[in-house]
């Protein structure tokens, strides 16, 4: 249980891209009794908080974050017995493979050559540490803990790309793209909750 609780706290870590958990620390802080000009001041420092992206820099994020779900299905295919993960695993494959292919090709037609940052580096990390989580469980404990952090990290994903990608994205082309991707990721969390809640009524 406690290997499960500590893969959920990596995947919340890494995948809210640290600015994230900022914005939401900054809200909760606040005082319900504060002032109109308070809150304005709690609002303009989480803002200050979140990192300025380019484009490089956000077509290697969307690129990174995709690959990795890629990874950890192909390590739920491995290690899984499960017909319920292994199906969920191939569909993340096939899906998240198909939007790198996209995401690369639009961004060479847009000259953008993807730009490593500390978003990138913090999302490999976490990877890192979550399948040094996973690679020490079996059985039912490794299909709850893959499907468990699908769950979140999807949810964080949509989370960030919506709030914070996409505002920041400055081609049209490139945004639109990642607008058209958000119903498709609303959807394997969807599908996650799903493989969830069967898996714990097992």
């Given at each position: 249980?406690?290997?499960?609780?500590?893969?959920?706290?990596?995947?919340?870590?890494?995948?809210?891209?640290?600015?994230?958990?900022?914005?939401?620390?900054?809200?909760?802080?606040?005082?319900?009794?504060?002032?109109?000009?308070?809150?304005?001041?709690?609002?303009?420092?989480?803002?200050?908080?979140?990192p300025?992206?380019?484009?490089?820099q956000?077509?290697?994020?969307?690129?990174?974050?995709?690959?990795?779900?890629?990874?950890?299905?192909?390590?739920?295919?491995?290690?899984?017995?499960?017909?319920?993960?292994t199906?969920f695993?191939?569909?993340?494959?096939?899906?998240?493979?198909?939007?790198?292919?996209?995401a690369?090709?639009?961004?060479?037609?847009?000259g953008?050559t993807?730009?490593?940052?500390?978003?990138?580096?913090?999302?490999?990390?976490?990877?890192?540490?979550?399948?040094?989580?996973?690679?020490?469980?079996?059985?039912?404990?490794?299909?709850?803990?893959?499907?468990?952090?699908?769950?979140?990290?999807?949810d964080?994903?949509?989370?960030?790309?919506?709030?914070?990608?996409?505002?920041?994205?400055?081609?049209?082309?490139?945004?639109?793209?990642?607008?058209?991707?958000?119903?498709?990721?609303?959807?394997?969390?969807?599908?996650?909750?799903?493989?969830?809640?069967?898996?714990?009524?097992?």
């Amino acid at each position: 249980m406690r290997v499960l609780k500590s893969i959920m706290n990596v995947t919340l870590a890494s995948v809210a891209f640290i600015f994230i958990v900022s914005l939401t620390a900054c809200k909760s802080k606040q005082d319900t009794s504060a002032v109109v000009t308070d809150e304005e001041a709690a609002t303009t420092e989480a803002q200050q908080q979140t990192p300025t992206l380019n484009d490089a820099q956000i077509a290697s994020i969307v690129v990174t974050a995709n690959q990795i779900d890629v990874n950890y299905g192909k390590v739920a295919i491995e290690k899984s017995k499960n017909a319920e993960v292994t199906n969920f695993a191939n569909t993340m494959i096939k899906d998240h493979e198909t939007i790198i292919k996209s995401a690369t090709d639009l961004a060479g037609q847009l000259g953008v050559t993807p730009e490593d940052n500390p978003i990138t580096q913090s999302l490999l990390q976490g990877e890192k540490d979550v399948n040094a989580k996973l690679s020490s469980l079996t059985g039912d404990d490794f299909d709850k803990a893959y499907i468990d952090n699908e769950v979140t990290y999807h949810d964080a994903v949509i989370t960030t790309v919506k709030n914070v990608i996409i505002p920041q994205t400055q081609n049209d082309q490139l945004k639109q793209a990642l607008v058209d991707v958000m119903p498709l990721l609303e959807h394997h969390l969807m599908m996650a909750k799903e493989a969830q809640s069967k898996i714990i009524n097992k």
